[in-house]
C-alpha cells in the first residue's frame, strides 16, 4: 500500500542563524530568527503545508534533525551557515535521507569572501536561493513545494 507524503517541510538553520537580528546587520539584515521562522511557516501555511524547525551551532544535531525528517517530511529548506563552505557530512545527510531540499543564503555569498564561492550543497540542492535576504525563504518554500 503506498503512504501518503506528508504535508511538512523542515526548515534548518546552521551555525550562528540563532543570532540574526544582532549579527552583522549590514549583511543580514535586521530580522531574527523567530522572524525567519514565522515567514517560513507562513508562506507554507499557504501552500497547505506545516513547518518544523530546528536551528543549532552543532553540526551533529542538524543531522540528526536531517536524519528525523525522512519519513514524516516532503522536504527540506536549509540555510546551512558556515557548514555550506565546509561540511560534506551535512551533504551526505541531506543525500542520505533522499528529500529534495532547498539551500537557502540570506547574503549573497558570491559577493563576499571567495570561502564563501563554493556550497558543498550546491549541485545536489533541487533549489537555490541566494542573496534575497529573509524572504529567500519564502521564496525556496515556493519553489521547493512546486516540485514536490
Ligand atoms: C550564513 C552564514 O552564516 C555564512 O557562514 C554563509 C550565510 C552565508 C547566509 O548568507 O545566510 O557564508
Same mark, same amino acid.
Given at each position: 500500500m503506498s503512504r501518503s507524503v506528508p504535508r511538512r517541510l523542515l526548515l534548518v538553520n546552521g551555525p550562528n542563524l540563532n543570532l540574526l537580528g544582532t549579527r552583522e546587520p549590514g549583511i543580514y539584515g535586521s530580522a531574527t530568527l523567530a522572524d525567519v521562522e514565522r515567514l517560513t511557516t507562513d508562506a507554507a501555511t499557504a501552500l497547505g503545508y506545516e513547518v518544523r524547525a530546528a536551528q543549532s551551532n552543532h553540526e551533529g544535531a542538524l543531522i540528526d534533525a536531517i536524519?528525523?525528517?525522512?519519513? *514524516?517530511?516532503?522536504?527540506?529548506? =536549509?540555510?546551512?551557515?558556515?557548514?555550506?563552505?565546509?561540511?560534506?557530512?551535512?551533504?551526505?545527510?541531506?543525500?542520505?535521507?533522499?528529500?529534495?531540499?532547498?539551500?537557502?543564503? =540570506?547574503? *549573497?555569498?558570491?559577493?563576499?569572501?571567495?570561502?564563501?564561492?563554493?556550497?558543498?550543497?550546491? *549541485?545536489?540542492?533541487?533549489?537555490?536561493? =541566494?542573496?534575497?535576504?529573509? *524572504?529567500?525563504?519564502?521564496?525556496?518554500?515556493?519553489?521547493?513545494?512546486?516540485?514536490?
Open positions: 536524519h528525523a525528517a525522512r519519513t *514524516d517530511c516532503a522536504g527540506v529548506v =536549509i540555510n546551512p551557515g558556515g557548514l555550506t563552505h565546509t561540511s560534506v557530512s551535512l551533504r551526505d545527510a541531506l543525500t542520505g535521507v533522499g528529500l529534495p531540499f532547498a539551500e537557502v543564503h =540570506i547574503s *549573497d555569498v558570491h559577493a563576499r569572501e571567495a570561502f564563501r564561492h563554493f556550497s558543498y550543497l550546491e *549541485d545536489v540542492a533541487a533549489v537555490r536561493v =541566494i542573496g534575497q535576504g529573509v *524572504d529567500g525563504y519564502a521564496r525556496a518554500v515556493h519553489e521547493l513545494v512546486a516540485l514536490l
